[in-house]
């Protein structure tokens, strides 16, 4: 149950994040007017996920609490927890960012 939660966290969510960021601004830029209520709503799914991207880092801080058992284990986060960190920070920064305006302006 435990991989589930960190497969979800740290693989399908960031990389559905940054696939609707990338769709969202694509269609923006070249002023696509189909279907501007789906664009609407992604952006919504993606204001709403973006919470859940921090499930993983406080996955890692749980397993570097829980697993110190000295000379049997150690875990460590290492500088890839500091870039997926980073990753989410960005990511909703940029869906904070996003002027959903600009779906409907290609519409009018």
């Known amino acids: ?8 966290a740290s693989v399908l969510v960031p990389m559905l994040k940054i ?3 990338t769709y969202l601004a694509w269609s923006t830029q070249l002023r696509s007017a189909g279907v501007p ?10 204001e709403l996920i973006g ?7 406080y996955v890692i801080t749980m397993l570097v609490a829980l697993l110190q058992f000295g000379s049997l284990a150690t875990v460590d986060a290492g500088p ?15 869906a904070l960012s996003f002027d959903t ?3 409907w302006d290609a519409v009018e």
Do not use: E
């Open 80 to 94: 890839g927890a500091i870039a997926f960190g980073a990753v989410v920070v960005l990511t909703m920064l940029a």
């Open 51 to 57: 919470r859940w991207s921090m499930l993983d880092i």
């Open 101 to 103: 305006r600009l779906i």
């Open 1 to 8: 149950m435990l991989a589930i939660v960190v497969f979800i």
């Open 37 to 46: 209520r789906l664009r609407t709503r992604m952006y919504r799914v993606l």
């Open 19 to 21: 696939l609707l960021l």
